[in-house]
Nanobody
Framework: QVHVVESGGGLVQAGGSLRLSCAAS????????MAWYRQAPGKQREFVAR???????DYADSVKGRFTISGDNDKNTVYLQMNSLKPEDTSVYYC??????????????????WGQGTQVTVSS
């Protein structure tokens, strides 16, 4: 099983920056993608950014131009650089790892593993 741990959250004023980290460990065979989601109090969890194993990225419209996702395949780690933070960015940020186990002969299993989250609070 894959274990996922986020870190780097904290309290910052509007306009400031934070860098989140997500490290995956355990029985990792192939990571197809890693992504960030967030959930604010009283709201549904929403997509933030995604990084595929091929290097492509995807961002929610609300964070485009402000957030940057990057990764280190050798360390099974993904980062989220958050700039120009706004109060509405206040959320618990979650990292998810999309794993694939290939058993051969066309048989593979896809799984997703979630971290416990890290709190980001942006004050006005």
């Amino acid at each position: 099983q894959v274990h996922v741990v986020e870190s780097g959250g904290g309290l910052v004023q509007a306009g400031g920056s934070l860098r989140l980290s997500c490290a995956a460990s355990g029985s990792i065979f192939k990571i197809n993608a890693m992504a960030w989601y967030r959930q604010a109090p009283g709201k549904q969890r929403e997509f933030v950014a995604r990084l595929s194993s091929g290097g492509s990225t995807d961002y929610a419209d609300s964070v485009k131009g402000r957030f940057t996702i990057s990764g280190d395949n050798d360390k099974n780690t993904v980062y989220l650089q958050m700039n120009s933070l706004k109060p509405e960015d206040t959320s618990v940020y979650y990292c998810v790892v999309y794993d694939e186990v290939d058993y051969g002969l066309g048989h593979s299993v896809h799984s997703d593993y979630w971290g416990q989250g890290t709190q980001v609070t942006v004050s006005s």
